[in-house]
């Protein structure tokens, strides 16, 4: 399974953009970009997905860079709900599975 | 707005016995997930289930584990002869057919405690 690398922590501040970054070097053609958040105490939630182009959906965007070794999902404006682990996921296609990492703890100040 | 549901919230069983995990999937779906997380460490993946078999499943989903969609509404994760190791969070999983099947909607978790 290819790998993603997040930082581990990353802080905001409330009604401000927060873009939080992915490094994953060794994606193949073929894998998508997934996006989940876990809020404190619940199941993981999806965010948003890629495979090749930009995209934006009511919660957020995801930029993919043109090599597709790198993304960035970006919150327009963070809000204290957001504070959460994102996790940044590469699907292979041929797969169903979702594998996460540590992912990125973002705290939101008030 | 629909959602997967799970029950128990939380199980408490000793070392040896058999626990049943359910799940009711949001009702449209195909695709059948079970996941579970470790106080503290990461969410992993068990199985997936699709058209009533096993489509993929993980090194941790031994002969111990086995999955079922007894009457097509449930989706129940076994575990015969539960090990104080398989103490964790485990999340069901589910999502719709077609282009839609790449979101997961997962259920709020049932925490299995092992004696």
């Known amino acids: 399974d290819a790998k993603t690398t997040q930082p581990n922590s990353m802080e905001s501040n409330e009604e401000e953009p927060v873009h939080l970054p992915c490094n994953h070097s060794t994606i193949s053609g073929t894998d998508y970009i997934h996006w989940y958040r876990q809020l404190p105490s619940q199941g993981p939630e999806y965010v948003i997905h890629g495979l090749t182009s930009n995209v934006n959906n009511r919660m957020a965007s995801l930029a993919i860079a043109e090599d597709r070794k790198s993304s960035t999902l970006i919150l327009h404006r963070a809000t204290l709900r957001d504070a959460a682990v994102y996790y940044c996921?590469?699907?292979?296609?041929?797969?169903?599975?979702?594998?996460f990492g540590s992912g990125t703890r973002l705290l939101v100040r008030p | 707005e629909p959602e997967v549901t799970q029950t128990p919230s939380h199980q408490v069983t000793q070392m040896g016995q058999e626990v049943i995990l359910r799940c009711v999937p949001i009702s449209n779906h195909l695709y059948f997930y079970w996941y579970r997380q470790i106080l503290g460490q990461k969410v992993e993946f068990l199985v997936s289930f699709y058209n009533n078999e096993i489509s993929e499943k993980s090194e941790i989903f031994d002969d111990q584990f086995s999955v079922e969609r007894p009457d097509g509404s449930n989706f129940t994760l076994k575990i015969r002869s539960t090990k104080l190791e398989d103490s964790a969070m485990y999340f069901c999983a589910s999502s719709a057919g077609g282009i839609s099947y790449n979101e997961q909607f997962f259920g709020p978790g049932t925490r299995l405690t092992v004696l």
């Open positions: 996921i590469l699907r292979v296609d041929s797969s169903y599975k979702l594998i």
